[in-house]
């Protein structure tokens, strides 16, 4: 079965600090994964994208990794903002459709 | 600005009422879908669209039609066969290079009075 897991389902941290959010999927045909961040009441804006031969990229303070091997993802914030308080989602894409698995989310929260 | 535009912001159903959802967008994309949201849950695929004058059901499509007359726009009517409305609506297309890229409108939070 197509799934995608996150873990954690919600974090609290402190501003300033790092953290690392998890996905972990078992879709097939692998396409891409993304990492997109969804502010409460509003539509999901995408952060990342990553392809079966890409190890490692970033945007900003975000970095994305995948092991293909493993199937899994992790998103890494570094010095983290009050801003980005929201929920990030794993979303994968499967070769030769045009849907996508979603995973359930991480809701951060980034206190002052 | 270029992106997808969902109105209203917020919507009630009165029961045994068909509502519509209005979702345009100006990025010249072909591919359009809609989500439901619900807390806890991943985004579920309703319909989507490949093309104009086409559209395919998506895993929870009872109770909800759509049409696509222009390329431009994707309304979702919920009708009264769906008895659990309440949910976060969420229209989206796709942009048709190598990315693959979902944008998303702002959603449609719609509640049952």
């Known amino acids: 079965k197509n799934q995608v897991e996150q873990s954690p389902q919600s974090l609290i941290i402190l501003e300033g600090k790092n953290c690392t959010l998890q996905?972990?999927?078992?879709?097939?045909?692998?396409?891409?994964l993304r990492w997109y961040k969804q502010d409460t009441g509003r539509g999901p804006v995408s952060l990342t994208i990553?392809?079966?031969?890409?190890n490692t990229k970033s945007n900003g303070r975000y970095t994305a990794t995948l092991d293909a091997d493993t199937k899994q993802s992790s998103l890494h914030i570094t010095a983290s903002q009050l801003s980005d308080s929201a929920s990030y989602i794993c979303?994968?894409?499967?070769?030769?459709?045009?849907?996508?698995?979603f995973g359930t989310g991480t809701r951060l929260k980034v206190l002052a | 600005d270029g992106g997808i535009t969902q109105s209203p912001k917020y919507l009630f159903r009165k029961e045994g009422q068909n509502v519509t959802l209005s979702c345009e967008q100006n990025?010249?994309?072909?591919?359009m879908y809609w989500y439901r949201q619900d807390p806890g849950q991943g985004l579920r695929l309703i319909y989507y669209?490949?093309?104009?004058?086409?559209?395919q059901k998506g895993d929870i499509a009872e109770g909800y039609s759509v049409s696509r007359e222009k390329k431009e726009s994707f309304p979702l009517t919920v009708t009264s066969a769906q008895k659990n409305p309440t949910a976060f609506y969420l229209c989206?297309?796709?942009?048709?290079?190598?990315?693959?890229?979902?944008?998303f409108g702002s959603g449609t939070q719609l509640s049952v009075l």
């Open positions: 989206a297309s796709r942009d048709d290079g190598f990315s693959e890229k979902l944008f």
């Open positions: 996905c972990n999927y078992t879709v097939s045909p692998f396409s891409n």
């Open positions: 990553m392809t079966f031969s890409e």
């Open positions: 979303v994968v894409s499967r070769s030769g459709t045009y849907k996508y698995i």
């Open positions: 990025l010249n994309h072909d591919a």
């Open positions: 669209s490949q093309i104009v004058n086409d559209f």
